[in-house]
């Protein structure tokens, strides 16, 4: 497959997976709009080219958000082999959460793990938590207290921290985004 079908079929998998879920923010904005931001910062902003990382980028929230079951998950995972290939299912699965730990556990491990993903998946991992920033920068979600967006931004940090160097781009992105939130939110 070459590499604009494999981008489009990626953007018409990732829409119809989400067709019906929102973004946390006021906005309620179409959920497909941050994967298709995550992958456009990672073209326009950081210069990557590499049409896996970006079919993995819009693709990356579907396994984590989209099944309900482990019966679901393994279907998901069956198909998205087929269409796409190992090496975009891989991609997408590094950066997918275990949805059967509990939340504050699933957060601990992204820290802790974050250091030994692939490169790509570190390049992936950075420009989804600078969208995430950027999101709760310009349309913070209605029922987060203050404290839930200063602890976002602590763990953001904590994750990035452990992968930078990937491209210095997004770690410089990452820092402009974090201190404009952190400058906005008086932390
Ligand atoms: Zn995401």
Redesign the pocket.
């Known amino acids: 497959m070459d590499s604009i079908s494999l981008i489009l079929k990626a953007l018409e998998f990732a829409a119809g997976r989400h067709l019906t879920q929102h973004r946390k923010g006021a906005d309620r904005a179409p959920y497909i709009n941050?994967?298709i931001q995550?992958a456009s910062l990672l073209v326009n902003e950081a210069g990557e080219e590499d049409p896996v990382l970006i079919a993995a980028a819009i693709l990356?929230?579907v396994i984590e958000d989209t099944v309900d079951s482990e019966e679901e998950k393994k279907e998901l995972i069956n198909r998205l082999r087929e269409i796409f290939g190992e090496e975009v299912l891989s991609l997408t699965l590094e950066v997918t959460d275990d949805e059967s730990l509990e939340k504050k556990e699933r957060k601990r491990l992204q820290v802790v793990f974050a250091p030994s993903l692939s490169g790509r998946a570190q390049k992936l991992r950075i420009a989804?938590k600078i969208?995430?920033l950027h999101d709760i920068y310009s349309n913070p979600p209605e029922d987060w207290p203050l404290q839930r967006i200063i602890e976002y931004y602590d763990w953001a940090e904590n994750v990035v921290a452990g992968i930078r160097g990937v491209n210095t781009t997004l770690d410089e992105i990452f820092d402009e985004t974090l201190k404009a939130g952190r400058e906005k939110y008086h932390h």
């Open positions: 941050h994967p995550v990356h929230d989804d969208m995430n």
